[in-house]
């Protein structure tokens, strides 16, 4: 991977809980109980050059909304808005989005007509499904630098990358065998397979006086900080770039439905290969089409649990939680488990330093194949990087707050989103680096 003079990183933890019950096993699905959401935490490693800040808001007197960053720093705990459930979706631009018609479980999809085609982000953030956004800021003292989704740099001892993964977390399940106890599973992996992490961007400079004004006004404001980027209306000019883990796992036994111009379809794709997903999006014309995303597209292997060593370690932590809640009395809450102990040192459980790595060239991954699947031995000619060069979020202007939509959805083009599932939950981390220089 080329290297900049200067490299510094920040890191996005985010947990995120999801619970479910069974669903059809089409490439679209439909879910009894939504995923939900729990928590999203966000950390910044190493030095202070990328800074990052939850974002604010203010009702103004014209009935407008201003959006502005709070206090920079280190760490910031982001939340979604509360009931926030996931369903599956598409999107090519983060602005458009295609969301199934139908009702409860008799939901089915056939062709591109049975979506309702969604711009006013109305089943965004939504107790009924959907999809999930959260808005951010980040900021650099320096000139030109290039924000990036890193996998992390092993060789770097004195200051050592975590980087970006996103792992199904084990489900508590009962122990048939002793009645009063219970187990940890962590066999199941679609759903980490088929979320994907968008970030829109749109660096125009907010001009608006009243926005402004509410900003510097803020308990937060910081002088350093004159302007701000990021205005997210219906007449901006976005960018959208796509983070796809876990692309060479397929939990469906190598049998995966997707929807194409035939209609649903069936294709074989074995773990260790590639199969690229198609999302819904519109042409020039206005027209649905299924799109090639290669060039907005952040492609990593998988990022696998390091079950053999820590197995042991993991289900003995597991079942004295349960037992320390026996112990005072208390009904067995998984959040203490998940949040106290898990989401705080899972990152002991995660082997990424070669399977987590990016690869280095999307538009690879569709020339070596039959532009749907390509075979696992031609993923080990491809190069592999901790950052892709081509592929960057956004342009940092020195010392000027940019403002980063966020999306968090289940790609129901994915062909892993098409097997049942319960009670599974998700962690989800995000690494970004900066460089200064494209």
């Known amino acids: 991977m080329r290297r900049s003079t200067r490299l510094f990183s ?33 950390a910044i490693s190493g030095d202070n050059t990328i800074m990052i800040a939850p974002n604010l808001t203010m009702n ?30 598409s999107t ?16 089915k999809v056939s062709s591109l007509e049975d979506f309702v085609l969604e711009t006013d982000y109305s089943s965004a953030n939504s107790s009924d499904g959907g999809y999930a956004y959260i808005d951010f800021w980040v900021v650099s003292p320096l000139s030109g630098t290039v924000l990036r989704i890193c996998s992390g740099d092993s060789m770097d001892v004195q200051n050592p990358a975590i980087g970006s993964y996103v792992v199904q977390l084990p489900e508590s399940v009962k122990n048939f065998t002793n009645s009063t106890g219970y187990n940890l599973d962590d ?13 829109l961007v749109d660096d125009t400079k907010v001009t608006s006086d009243a926005v402004m004004t509410a900003y510097v006004d803020s308990a937060l404001y910081d002088p350093t900080y004159k302007s701000i980027r990021g205005v997210y209306s219906q007449e901006s000019e976005t960018t959208f770039m796509i983070y796809e883990p876990n692309a060479l796992i397929h939990p469906n036994k190598g049998v995966s439905n997707v929807l194409t111009e035939k209609g649903i379809e069936t294709y074989l ?22 799109s090639i995303v290669q060039d907005k597209l952040i492609v990593q292997g998988n ?11 993991l289900d003995d932590m597991y079942q004295a939680y349960v037992a320390s809640a026996k112990e005072n009395g208390k009904p067995f809450s998984l959040d203490d488990f998940y949040k106290n102990y898990m989401h705080e040192s899972y990152l ?44 960057y979020i956004v342009l940092l202007e020195k010392n000027v707050p940019q403002r980063i939509r966020m999306f968090v959805w289940i790609e129901g083009q994915d062909v892993d989103c098409s097997s049942s599932a319960a009670g599974q939950s998700i962690s989800i981390r995000l690494e970004l680096s900066g460089s200064t220089g494209a």
Request: proline share 4%; aromatic share 14%.
């Open 10 to 42: 920040a890191v996005m933890l985010m947990l995120i809980s999801i619970s479910m019950m069974s669903f059809v096993s089409y490439a679209w699905f439909t879910l009894s109980t939504a995923p939900e959401i729990s928590g999203i935490k966000v």
């Open 269 to 290: 794709c074995q773990t260790g290969e590639y199969c690229a997903t198609y999302p819904i999006g519109l042409d020039d014309e206005g027209n649905r089409v299924f």
């Open 60 to 89: 103004l007197e014209d009935g407008t909304v201003a959006n502005y960053p709070g206090f920079f720093t280190k760490t910031a705990d982001l939340e979604p808005e509360e009931g926030t459930l996931l369903s599956p979706v």
């Open 92 to 107: 090519v631009d983060g602005v458009n989005w295609f969301i199934p018609v139908g009702e409860d479980d008799e939901m």
């Open 348 to 391: 002991q459980y995660v082997d990424y330093k070669y399977d987590g790595l990016f690869f280095e060239d999307s538009w690879d991954l569709l020339n070596y194949g039959d532009l749907r699947v390509t075979d696992s031995d031609a993923m080990t000619i491809l190069e592999r990087t901790n950052a892709v060069q081509d592929s």
């Open 187 to 199: 066999s199941y992996q679609n759903l980490a397979s088929s979320i994907r992490v968008g970030f």
């Open 303 to 313: 990022t696998p649990w390091k079950r053999l060593n820590q197995a042991l370690v």
